[in-house]
Nanobody, 113 residues
Framework: QVQLVESGGGSVQAGGSLRLSCAASRSIFSNNVMGWFRQAQGKQREYVAHITTSGRSYYRDSVKGRFTISRDDAKNTVYLQLNSLKPEDTAVYYC???????WGQGTQVTVSS
């Protein structure tokens, strides 16, 4: 059974922090590059970050230095630590294996000014 379950979203003030989690089925987590994407209301979904199986991480420019992606292979879970949040970070955040077309339900992050 394929499963991607995001959690950890919420409402915070600008400058605050959140930690997102994504629990995945082993079949789609193992040996796959895992990524985070986000979609703000009325906008297209966009790439945020990804992490390779060896632990190398990559980020879109607007989140570099503020967000940190990590993975726990023993738990089939990928995380996204969000620091110094800005109102423009408000969106539904999704995780996804980069080479597979599976999406979770997402988790809402709302940042107020």
């Amino acid at each position: 059974q394929v499963q991607l379950v995001e959690s950890g979203g919420g409402s915070v003030q600008a400058g605050g922090s959140l930690r997102l989690s994504c629990a995945a089925s082993r079949s789609i987590f193992s040996n796959n590059v895992m990524g985070w994407f986000r979609q703000a209301q009325g906008k297209q979904r966009e790439y945020v970050a990804h992490i390779t199986t060896s632990g190398r991480s990559y980020y879109r420019d607007s989140v570099k230095g503020r967000f940190t992606i990590s993975r726990d292979d023993a738990k089939n879970t990928v995380y996204l630590q969000l620091n110094s949040l800005k109102p423009e970070d408000t969106a539904v955040y999704y995780c996804k294996p980069l080479n597979l077309d599976y999406w979770g339900q997402g988790t809402q992050v709302t940042v107020s000014s």
